[in-house]
């Protein structure tokens, strides 16, 4: 079992930025994947970043390239995403998410463990 809690949420300005993290316990941290996705109100939820566990692979979808920065610190069990120039349309339930599927998971079903989520609000 992981457990994962995600924080750093909150209310910004567009074009602001924020910056999550994830804290994971209950099992050993390295070989393990991780990501984070997001979902909107009415909206399916949707990957946005992933890390390898070695910390040197990051993948991010199109929307988010050039803007979010996934890392991990195996030393302290943690995974940040790092929101710059934030849009409106990032608005969304951010969660953090863990996967044994490896590198390169990028679809739900890949993932075995979940945070809670945080909301993440951009105003225009």
């Known amino acids: 079992q992981v457990q994962l809690v995600e924080s750093g949420g909150g209310t910004v300005q567009a074009g602001r930025s924020l910056r999550l993290s994830c804290a994971a316990s209950?099992?050993?941290?390295?070989?393990?994947?991780m990501g984070w996705f997001r979902q909107a109100p009415g909206k399916e939820r949707e990957f946005v970043a992933g890390v390898g566990w070695r910390g040197n692979v990051t993948y991010y979808e199109d929307s988010v390239k050039g803007r979010f920065t996934i890392s991990r610190d195996n030393s302290k069990n943690t995974v940040a995403l790092q929101m710059n120039s934030l849009k409106v349309e990032d608005t969304a339930v951010y969660y953090c998410?863990?996967?044994?599927?490896?590198?390169?998971?990028?679809?739900?079903?890949?993932?075995?463990?979940w945070g809670q989520g945080t909301q993440v609000t951009v105003s225009s």
């Open positions: 998410a863990a996967s044994y599927y490896g590198t390169y998971a990028r679809r739900i079903y890949e993932y075995d463990y």
């Open positions: 209950g099992h050993t941290f390295t070989g393990i994947a």
